[in-house]
């Protein structure tokens, strides 16, 4: 039995379908974890809009996930094509973990200020210039093509760089949605830089998977039918990273800004009142 | 599936290109060279092809494979077809790639050129009776065609030798190339491949 996707160099690709169990049971962790989370926020007020809208978020995390991690879509990108490849690190390693964190109710994150260590924790991990640099190791070792062609032969390595995406965007948001640990000096300009830096920055392997004359992975340059064009592929992989990841980024600049412009007109009432 | 598995693997499927180098090749060195067969079949126009002939003083890359085959045969030929567009014209001029296919049955004419053409237009196709190919690859030291019945009832697998065989422009095979081998690793080799005898 398969419980994670992962490639298989020279061999031919069927659409019979097969479930990935890795993929459903870490989905049945998710929902569980955030039932017991939200449960126990419970006693905090917050308007049913505002519930109806995190288990949306919640939903779509969720959706993201499957469908970038189960097949056909997660055995293509491990093996067939970089640009789906890329796609799945958008969903895992960008969308859903932004979507899971906005998932949760504020009081959900008090639970973590009982334990001084985990604040301690989350105070150096998620401190903005950390986490920037953090995510952006993260994002170039798991694409380096030394990397991806040894780790994604093998369902552990897979989960691996699947699991290094999901853990690094969830650092990356942190400090731009978790109240806790508090962060008043990072104000919403400084946020909003964060997230265009992100956006503009090109990074060495997006750059090789754009600019190289030749395929850079050798597991989607030998992948079988229905990959045929391997650098073209590659080519349109780079683009994905480039353009989606920037397009995600400017749709965070777009909420932060929002939400400065309503605190900025909540603020403005008050000291007229 | 498991007799092409072995067919392939002893034929050298999986083993990385790197895998003994004769000098700075990439591809994995045949000692003692083996010489090119004597094979006269029959190309995509339906005109009689002497390979030994027509290739003479050409790098002649030889491969063994059929249009059906899901997995070995397309890739071999996406990275080699990709390599040769990439070929200086001094170099592209002074090579040839020949197509053998393993499964004249099925592999009509128009379809073997269509299909070849998809890779680069310069490929040369040809068909014959299964039984000179497989006299062809025992010379070679390469195994033999066989059909291999498909697991779900559908159209046979062709289990056949994944390597691309380089016989130098005097007509000896001194290195050849397994599954795995890369588009930059054709282009490394192919034109010191053209300066060698």
């Known amino acids: ?273 | 599936m498991a007799a092409l598995g072995a067919l392939a693997a002893s034929a050298g499927c999986g083993v990385p290109a790197d895998g003994g180098r004769l000098g700075e090749l990439r591809g994995s060195v045949m000692d003692p060279p083996i010489p090119k067969p004597d094979l006269v079949l029959t190309d995509t126009r339906g005109q009689a092809y002497d390979l030994r002939r027509e290739t003479d003083g050409y790098l002649t890359l030889v491969f063994f494979g059929y249009t059906y085959c899901p997995d070995v045969c397309p890739v071999h030929m996406a990275t080699l077809g990709a390599a040769i567009g990439d070929l200086q014209p001094e170099v592209r001029d002074r090579t040839k790639v020949v197509f053998v296919s393993t499964d004249p049955e099925r592999d009509t004419p128009e379809r073997l050129r269509a299909w070849l053409d998809g890779f680069d237009p310069s490929i040369v196709g040809l068909r014959g009776p299964v039984d000179e190919i497989n006299a062809a690859l025992a010379t070679m030291k390469l195994p033999g065609v066989a059909v291999v019945p498909s697991e779900h009832g559908s159209d046979p697998l062709i289990g056949h030798p994944s390597a691309v065989v380089a016989f130098g422009p005097d007509g000896l095979a001194r290195v050849r190339y397994p599954f795995g081998v890369r588009r930059a690793d054709w282009a490394h080799d192919l034109p010191m491949l053209t300066a060698r005898p």
């Open chain 1, 1 to 273: 039995m398969q419980w994670w996707c992962f490639a298989q160099p020279g061999s031919a690709w069927t659409w019979t379908w097969r479930p990935l169990i890795g993929v459903w049971i870490g989905l049945a962790l998710l929902v569980w974890g955030y039932r017991r989370l939200t449960k126990s926020a419970t006693g905090a007020a917050e308007e049913e809009g505002m519930r109806r809208w995190r288990r949306l978020a919640f939903g779509a995390a969720l959706f993201v996930l499957w469908a970038t991690l189960d097949w056909p879509l997660g055995p293509l990108g491990a093996s067939h094509f970089a640009s789906i490849h890329m796609m799945q690190f958008l969903a895992v390693g960008v969308a859903a973990p932004a979507l899971l964190l906005v998932a949760l109710p504020p009081a959900a994150f008090v639970g973590l200020e009982r334990s001084r260590r985990v604040v301690k924790a989350l105070e150096s991990v998620t401190q903005p210039v950390v986490a920037f640099f953090i995510f952006t190791i993260v994002m170039t070792v798991t694409h380096w093509p030394g990397v991806v062609d040894a780790l994604m032969p093998t369902q552990l390595g897979s989960f691996a760089i699947d699991l290094a995406w999901l853990m690094g965007g969830l650092i990356f948001w942190w400090p731009l949605i978790s109240p806790v640990p508090a962060r008043p000096g990072f104000q919403p300009l400084a946020q909003i830089a964060y997230l265009a830096l992100n956006a503009l920055l090109i990074r060495p392997p997006f750059a090789m998977l754009i600019f190289s004359e030749h395929p850079i992975y050798a597991i989607y340059e030998l992948a079988p039918p229905p990959a045929s064009d391997a650098l073209g592929d590659q080519q349109f992989a780079g683009v994905i990273m480039e353009i989606g990841g920037a397009w995600i980024m400017f749709a965070g600049v777009l909420v932060v800004f929002r939400r400065w412009m309503v605190s900025e007109q909540a603020g403005a009432r008050h000291s007229d009142a």
